[in-house]
């Protein structure tokens, strides 16, 4: 365990939540603006993306390549560590249990995301605006995630 690591978890209490927030912070302020730079909270822009046979868009594809090459690293020492450099655990998905609620979950992901153009990331961000598109989508985005909540509590 890093020497960090160990600092974290001998902080008082209300300093690791104060780090945690303030980091938690600080990243979705990166993600967004990131989302906002690479204009991804543009609902067209992704649609461009999924038209294939149209008038595709590839710029959704180099937003994921330069994801993946910023996540590699992290996640390669994620699978090193017991726990977050904060001190607090962390999982990490199975690599090969591909179960029927995740596929069923993928492809439910994959059908709003297509038929609205909006992920759940840009969501939060286009959420700021205050538009319908965004307030329907973000509705239904927390409908969802109290339904897949209730149908697990009840396994």
Not at 5 to 10: F, G, H, I, M
Not at 47 to 72: K, R, T
Not at 79 to 87: C, S
Not at 128 to 152: E, N, W, Y
Request: charged share 10%; glycine share 10%; hydrophobic share 60%.
């Amino acid at each position: 365990m890093s020497s960090l690591s160990q600092e974290a978890r001998r902080a008082p209490p209300f300093l690791r939540v104060a780090a945690l927030a303030v980091t938690a912070a600080a990243f979705g302020l990166i993600f967004g603006f990131g989302l906002i730079i690479s204009h991804m909270i543009d609902p067209a822009r992704v649609a461009g993306f999924l038209d294939i046979a149209g008038n595709w868009n590839p710029a959704l594809a180099f937003v994921m390549g330069g994801a993946v090459i910023v996540a590699a690293p992290a996640f390669w020492l994620a699978r090193r560590r017991k726990t977050a450099l904060l001190g607090t655990g962390f999982a990490l998905p199975d690599r090969y249990n591909v179960t029927w609620p995740l596929v069923g979950g993928a492809a439910l992901f994959g059908l709003g995301w297509g038929l609205s153009g909006i992920c759940p990331g840009p969501s939060l961000v286009l959420l700021a605006s205050l538009t319908p598109q965004a307030l329907v989508f973000v509705a239904a985005l927390a409908a969802g995630i109290f339904l897949a909540d209730t149908i697990k509590a009840k396994r």
